[in-house]
């Protein structure tokens, strides 16, 4: 792998509509407003979690509409500045420049831009119809005023299964001649939770670091949490301590997909544990406990709370508490 230069989220990142992975009905949506532009919608929210994709929507609709990511074609705002979050002028001067065709203008994070700001952006969107299309993408879109995310034509990106972050990983690998097995493949879509950028970003650091090192600085913690729920000899406290050198972020995921393979799965090397009837049950106080986090790390508290409820069940308690 010595001399290998990996950025596999450029080099991947969709040029056009058609090239973006999953996010079917979206997709087709911007592909028929492209086809129609003159009698579509020209103001949109997209919304969902990061790495699903806005940016690349964005991007890519751009592309198909006006065939040019170059400004003052296409221009991306970034609504954290400062300067932008109370000064509508220096925006109206951007949204309204002249370039005889279709311009794209792009608001990351949109719940960001300030109160003032929004109050302008809605006259724009009630009043002006246009060689002008607004992208409004955020993470929190419930943070924006109602009125200005009422007005605009709405779409959330959802996150992906693990199933679809491996096979757009396998996509990637197969066009870079690479290899990657499908147990360092389960470990990174663990990790990405969801997300195809953290799925490229997993991939990059198995090609980069070797695929055994990748497995090994995994199956340690993989080690740590079986013992942790399943040996009760040993203490509470040490085991927490070992856990703890991982984020909790981390471990909520491997935890999960520990459950899930292990002892929720009927053919899971620790299923038999714990008797098939109560482990629904045990999963939903899971569930429910996890929930209750507030702060990151609180999330040991609650490993602590349900290691204590599946001791109970192993030793004849009450498995419905």
């Known amino acids: 792998m010595g001399g290998i230069v990996l950025d596999l989220c450029a080099k991947y990142r969709p040029v056009h509509l058609k090239d973006l992975y999953g996010q079917v009905d979206v997709r087709a949506y911007f592909q028929s407003v492209v086809k129609k532009i003159d009698d579509a919608p020209h103001y949109f929210l ?20 006006a065939g040019s990511l170059d400004f003052p074609v296409y221009t991306e705002i970034d609504s954290a500045e400062k300067s932008l979050q109370s000064d509508f002028d220096r925006l109206r001067d951007v949204i309204f420049q002249e370039i005889g065709s279709y311009k794209v203008v792009v608001f990351d994070e949109c719940h960001l831009l300030g109160k003032v700001v929004e109050s302008q952006l809605l006259k724009v969107v009630e009043d002006y119809y246009g060689a002008l299309v607004l992208l409004f993408c955020t993470t929190n879109p419930e943070m924006m005023t109602d009125t200005l995310r009422s007005r605009l034509h709405q779409f959330t990106l959802s996150t992906f299964t693990s199933e679809q ?20 493949l ?29 497995l090994d600085s995994y199956s340690s913690v993989l080690k740590g949490i079986e013992e942790f729920f399943v040996d009760f000899g040993k203490d509470d406290k040490a085991s927490v ?13 491997l935890v999960m997909y520990f459950l899930r393979e292990n002892i929720i799965n009927p053919a899971g090397r620790n299923s038999q544990k714990y008797p098939r009837n109560v482990i629904p049950g045990l999963f939903a106080n899971y569930l429910r406990l996890s929930g209750l986090v507030k702060e990151p790390d609180d999330y040991f508290s609650v490993l602590l709370v349900f290691r204590q409820q599946l001791r109970g069940v192993v030793r004849g308690g009450d498995a419905k508490k």
């Open 46 to 65: 997209i919304s969902g979690a990061f790495g699903t994709g806005k940016s690349s929507l964005a991007r890519a609709f751009a592309m198909d509409l």
């Open 241 to 253: 301590e070992a856990l703890c050198r991982y984020h909790p972020a981390e471990l909520r995921s």
């Open 186 to 214: 389960d470990i990174a879509a663990i990790n990405a939770q969801g997300h195809l950028r953290n799925m490229v970003k997993q991939v990059e650091q198995i090609v980069f670091m070797g695929e055994q090192v990748y």
């Open 165 to 184: 972050c491996k096979e757009y990983a396998q996509g990637i690998l197969g066009a870079e001649g690479l290899e990657v097995s499908e147990r360092a």
